[in-house]
């Protein structure tokens, strides 16, 4: 909490142990966190109800009202169906769906049950990928499965299979699900962006989170000068362009581009929890060491890697 509260109030895209600013949030975490163990030893309380569980400001109580098993309830507004729906927060404290049990969960449809909701899940993605607006990714104002320009194609050498680089915004919340290898996301993308110098066999690209925060694509530009073997792509560029060079894989931490991706039959490493954990139509690494050797053996173990559009 102490880590993200710093990221994303300095805007500082990795920790600065120096950092004088650091200091000042870690004693006032520290401070928070004594005055509530002394709140919560006085009184009574029933429920806690956030409006975030990130960052020191809502992340300590939510967690101590937990440790506590006092319920912590969330409100959260659903843009797509325009309603509010009352979450409660499990000892995760995330501010997610269980997506951790979503196999679990879906197991125990009916038959009938499993076959509508595949059938919703196949319109859904079917209309995201026609360039339609995606009413359920609220936070993008249009479609990145946009049609390109005609003749509009992206730089590529024809020699050099591809490999796509999806960085997520470095000050936005990294630690938002249950764990990851690197401690943030700059940390993620300069270890690929080292990996590119010795993997040259590959051409690499490199393209931002189309939500990322004022400012930060520009570090992404000031980024990738040590870098000029690595081609940036606007945040903006459609996934059609990127999917017709066939990729032999893209890189995330826990993006939708994902599944989104696997729908093509291109597979994605991720590099912590995510949304997919519990199915392998994409690949989740669960230490520095076994990157390192799906990197440097990356033919040898893509061309096992099959994907399974049933899941």
């Known amino acids: 909490l102490i880590y993200d509260t710093y990221l994303r109030t300095t805007f500082n895209p990795t920790?600065?142990?120096?950092?004088?600013?650091?200091?000042?949030?870690?004693?006032?975490?520290?401070?928070?966190?004594?005055?509530?163990?002394?709140?919560?030893?006085?009184?009574?309380?029933k429920c806690v109800i956030p409006s975030h569980l990130c960052y020191i400001s809502y992340g300590?109580?939510?967690?101590?009202?937990?440790?506590?098993n006092i319920p912590v309830i969330k409100v959260r507004a659903e843009l797509a169906s325009k309603s509010l729906r009352l979450i409660k927060i499990d000892k995760y404290c995330l501010d997610e769906s269980p997506y951790y049990s979503y196999k679990k969960i879906f197991n125990k449809f009916s038959k009938a049950k499993k076959n509508k909701n595949?059938?919703?899940?196949?319109?859904?993605?079917?209309?995201?990928?026609?360039?339609?607006?995606?009413?359920?990714?609220?936070?993008?104002?249009?479609?990145?499965?946009?049609?390109?320009?005609?003749?509009?194609?992206?730089?590529?050498?024809?020699?050099?299979e591809k490999i796509i680089i999806f960085p997520h915004c470095f000050y936005d919340y990294p630690h938002r699900f249950r764990w990851m290898i690197f401690n943030d996301f700059y940390e993620h993308a300069t270890y690929f962006l080292e990996k590119s110098i010795k993997l040259n066999q590959y051409?690499?690209?490199?393209?931002?989170?189309?939500?990322?925060?004022?400012?930060?694509?520009?570090?992404?530009?000031?980024?990738?000068?040590?870098?000029?073997?690595?081609?940036?792509?606007?945040?903006?560029?459609?996934?059609?362009?990127?999917?017709?060079?066939?990729?032999?894989?893209i890189i995330t931490n826990?993006?939708?581009?994902?599944?989104?991706?696997a729908y093509f039959n291109i597979p994605a490493i991720h590099t912590g929890d995510n949304p997919h954990i519990n199915?392998?139509?994409?690949?989740?690494?669960?230490?520095?060491?076994?990157?390192?050797?799906?990197?440097?053996?990356?033919?040898?173990?893509?061309?096992?890697?099959?994907?399974?559009?049933?899941?």
């Open 15 to 45: 920790l600065n142990l120096n950092d004088s600013r650091l200091k000042k949030i870690f004693v006032r975490a520290e401070k928070i966190f004594n005055e509530l163990n002394i709140y919560f030893k006085k009184n009574k309380v």
């Open 60 to 68: 300590i109580i939510s967690r101590i009202a937990i440790s506590k």
């Open 118 to 160: 595949l059938a919703i899940g196949k319109k859904i993605i079917k209309s995201r990928i026609s360039g339609k607006k995606d009413k359920y990714l609220k936070y993008l104002n249009k479609s990145l499965f946009y049609t390109p320009t005609k003749g509009a194609t992206l730089a590529n050498n024809p020699n050099k």
């Open 203 to 249: 051409q690499w690209f490199y393209k931002p989170h189309p939500h990322s925060l004022e400012g930060h694509v520009d570090y992404h530009k000031k980024l990738l000068k040590n870098y000029p073997n690595v081609s940036y792509l606007s945040k903006d560029t459609s996934h059609k362009s990127i999917i017709q060079m066939k990729p032999k894989c």
């Open 254 to 261: 826990h993006g939708t581009v994902a599944h989104e991706y």
């Open 279 to 311: 199915y392998k139509f994409c690949f989740t690494v669960k230490t520095k060491k076994k990157l390192d050797f799906i990197m440097n053996n990356l033919d040898n173990f893509l061309e096992n890697f099959k994907i399974n559009k049933k899941e």
